[in-house]
C-alpha cells in the first residue's frame, strides 16, 4: 500500500517507509495521521513528491539503512541511530507502561520493575529505561511492532503471560478504543518523552540528493512554523 503527494509533473520522489501507527501514521483511515499531515504539508509545493510504503517496524528501519528507501517516519533517534536526521522533528513520543484495569501496580522507577514480566517491541526506544533492558533481557517479551502489536499485547495481558506491556501512549489507547478494548486496560505509568523525525538514510551513494531533501525539510518545516502547525494538528486529532 502506497500513499503519493504530488508537487509537479516533474517533482523528484522520496521514498519513504513508514508503519501503521495510528494516530500518527493511519494507513487505513480516511484522516492519514498527524505526522503524515505535517510532512505532506512540508514538502508541498516542493520539487518533491512523497511515496509512502507500509511495513513492520524493523523491516521498515533495515530498508532505510540499506537504501531502499530515502526516509523513515517516525523514529526516535535512539530506535534508529544509524540514520540521517533533520533539525526539525515531526513531533514526540512518550512510552508508557499498560496493565490490565484491575492490576494495582504502577511504574515509579526501576525499582517498581522487580520481578515483572514486561511485554516490548523490538527496536522500539525506551528512553531512560534502554540501558535497564539490555541489562534485564530475561524481565522482557520482546516482540515484533506490526498493526496486531498492541491487540496481541492486552490479550497476553488478559492471559497472564505478561504483568505490563510497554509501548507509546497516543497509539496504545487509540488502538484499544478503536476495539471496544480499552475499558479493560489501563495506564500505569510513563518514561520520558522523546521527540520523533523523518529520518534519512545513510547508505545511498548520492548524499547529496539526501542533502537536499534534508534542507528541503528543514528550511519549509522553518518557513510553516512547524511547532505551531504539529499543536493544530493534535488538535485536530484529539491529542492534546
Known amino acids: 500500500m502506497f500513499l503519493i503527494f504530488n508537487t509537479s509533473v516533474f517533482a523528484k520522489t522520496i521514498k519513504v517507509a513508514a508503519i501503521d501507527w495510528c494516530p500518527q501514521i493511519c494507513p487505513k483511515q480516511t484522516e492519514k495521521g498527524y505526522?503524515?499531515?505535517?510532512?505532506?504539508?512540508?514538502?508541498?509545493?516542493?520539487?518533491?513528491?512523497?511515496k509512502i510504503d507500509y511495513?513492520?517496524?524493523?523491516?521498515?528501519i533495515k530498508y532505510v539503512l540499506a537504501g531502499k528507501y530515502h526516509a523513515l517516519l517516525a523514529p526516535a533517534k535512539a530506535e534508529a541511530p544509524q540514520l540521517r536526521y533533520p533539525n526539525t522533528a515531526v513531533g514526540q513520543q512518550e512510552m508508557c507502561f499498560f496493565t490490565t484495569a484491575d492490576n494495582q501496580w504502577q511504574y515509579r522507577g526501576v525499582d517498581s520493575l522487580n520481578k515483572m514480566q514486561i511485554g516490548i517491541a523490538i527496536d522500539t526506544s525506551i528512553e531512560e529505561l534502554n540501558q535497564y533492558v539490555s541489562n534485564h533481557t530475561e524481565q522482557f517479551v520482546f516482540q515484533p511492532y506490526h498493526e496486531r502489536y498492541i491487540k496481541q499485547s492486552a490479550q497476553?495481558?488478559?492471559?497472564?503471560?505478561?504483568?505490563?506491556?510497554?509501548?507509546?501512549k497516543n497509539s496504545t489507547r487509540y488502538e484499544l478504543k478503536q476495539a471496544n478494548m480499552w475499558h479493560d486496560y489501563k495506564l500505569a505509568g510513563c518514561v520520558?518523552?522523546?521527540?520523533i523525525f523523518m529520518a534519512f538514510t545513510p547508505a545511498t551513494k548520492n548524499q547529496h540528493s539526501i542533502d537536499a531533501m534534508m534542507q528541503t525539510f528543514d528550511t519549509r518545516a522553518a518557513q510553516l512554523n512547524s511547532q505551531r502547525l504539529i499543536q493544530q494538528l493534535l488538535?485536530?486529532?484529539n491529542l492534546q
Open 35 to 50: 505526522v503524515i499531515d505535517l510532512v505532506e504539508e512540508i514538502y508541498r509545493n516542493s520539487d518533491y513528491q512523497l
Open 55 to 60: 511495513f513492520p517496524w524493523s523491516r521498515a
Open 156 to 168: 497476553m495481558l488478559s492471559k497472564k503471560r505478561i504483568d505490563a506491556f510497554l509501548f507509546t
Open 192 to 195: 520520558s518523552r522523546t521527540e
Open 235 to 237: 488538535t485536530k486529532y
